[in-house]
T-cell receptor, first 115, second 109 residues
Framework: GAVVSQHPSWVICKSGTSVKIECRSL??????MFWYRQFPKQSLMLMAT?????????EQGVEKDKFLINHASLTLSTLTVTSAHPEDSSFYIC???????????FGAGSRLTVL | AQRVTQPEKLLSVFKGAPVELKCNYS??????LFWYVQYSRQRLQLLLR??SRESIKGFTADLNKGETSFHLKKPFAQEEDSAMYYC???????????FGTGTQLKVEL
């Protein structure tokens, strides 16, 4: 079945640094990838939707300059948290959808801790 | 705007008892609804979708447009059903999946 790989699964960084999280679809071409954020004991909140080769569409309230999303190929999307601060500490989850399907496959998530 | 409501944060039942996880939605268009499950230390995975009208692991869910509900049911709970369950609504031409807040199901022996 479809598999989405996310890396790293856990990252700790200093305040002010940037962190990149990768999301790969391993055995299918993902025309659309989604990035979610999940706070402890809360639901998943959609941050942005990205289609291969075009700019990401951000949800209201999500700073696009803060959370840079690149979807350069059909199997890879990256989320870069720029100038990270402690309030950016969260669980970031990507998901992917291949053309013609309305089912999302989720990555295992990346836990970001900003000191 | 679309919204998904799961009123129960935690549902605790005994093994063998019936289970019903509630989900209500708000959306002006034609809804496409899903149930996702997250077992301990595992990633989120699809459990079932309303258009498939199938039973997965003994779970079923029927879309009730009149009540705008998509409750998840299972007649006899098993210990391995203990997990976090999320109801989700797909809109925007398939480009936006909105999740409910989730219900933690705990099946006790």
């Amino acid at each position: 079945g479809a598999v989405v790989s996310q890396h790293p699964s856990w990252v700790i960084c200093k305040s002010g640094t940037s962190v990149k999280i990768e999301c790969r679809s391993l055995d299918f071409q993902a025309t659309t990838m989604f990035w979610y954020r999940q706070f402890p004991k809360q639901s998943l909140m959609l941050m942005a939707t990205s289609n291969e080769g075009s700019k990401a569409t951000y949800e209201q309230g999500v700073e696009k300059d803060k959370f840079l999303i690149n979807h350069a190929s059909l199997t890879l999307s990256t989320l870069t948290v720029t100038s990270a601060h402690p309030e950016d500490s969260s669980f970031y989850i990507c998901s992917a959808r291949f053309s013609g399907a309305n089912v999302l496959t989720f990555g295992a998530g990346s836990r970001l801790t900003v000191l | 705007a679309q919204r998904v409501t799961q009123p129960e944060k935690l549902l605790s039942v005994f093994k063998g008892a019936p289970v019903e996880l509630k989900c209500n939605y708000s959306y002006s268009g034609s809804p496409e609804l899903f149930w996702y499950v997250q077992y301990s230390r595992q990633r989120l995975q699809l459990l079932l979708r309303h258009i498939s009208r199938e039973s997965i692991k003994g779970f079923t869910a029927d879309l009730n447009k009149g009540e705008t509900s998509f409750h998840l049911k299972k007649p006899f709970a098993q210990e391995e059903d203990s997990a976090m369950y999320y109801c989700a609504l797909l809109t925007g031409g398939g480009n936006k999946l909105t999740f409910g807040t989730g219900t933690q199901l705990k099946v006790e022996l």
